[in-house]
């Protein structure tokens, strides 16, 4: 497994944007698949985006299709979730998790979870 931490919420009126970060720990980062997912409050966590190991295939919500960019730097060991137009209903904590090999939308598949970032979205 990979250890996760994520960086980067906060904040936001509606229409602004914000950059997430997850940093793994460990040389096996490149062996996983990223994903980002979210979780309002009373609200099941919800899948968001997610990247394959070398960042050539990349799967979205529909909810967050246009407005948000996955990407990783394997170099660097991480992964970002640009995310613009923000709007209200985008307001919860985001969690980074990691997989070995597939990328995957499934939160069951996902084994190396990240503590998670509060996103707040003003109207």
């Known amino acids: 497994q990979v250890q996760l931490v994520e960086s980067g919420g906060g904040l936001v009126q509606a229409g602004g944007s914000l950059r997430l970060s997850c940093a793994a720990s460990?040389?096996?980062?490149?062996?996983?698949?990223m994903a980002w997912f979210r979780q309002a409050p009373a609200k099941e966590r919800d899948f968001v985006a997610a990247?394959?190991?070398?960042?050539?295939?990349?799967r979205y919500a529909d909810s967050v299709r246009g407005r948000f960019t996955i990407s990783r730097d394997n170099a660097k060991n991480t992964v970002s979730l640009q995310m613009n137009s923000l709007k209200p209903e985008d307001t919860a904590v985001y969690y980074c998790?990691?997989?070995?090999?597939?990328?995957?939308?499934?939160?069951?598949?996902?084994?190396?979870w990240g503590q998670g970032t509060q996103v707040t979205v003003s109207s």
């Open positions: 990247i394959s190991l070398n960042g050539d295939i990349t």
């Open positions: 998790a990691a997989r070995p090999s597939i990328i995957h939308t499934n939160e069951r598949a996902f084994g190396s």
């Open positions: 460990g040389r096996t980062f490149s062996s996983h698949a």
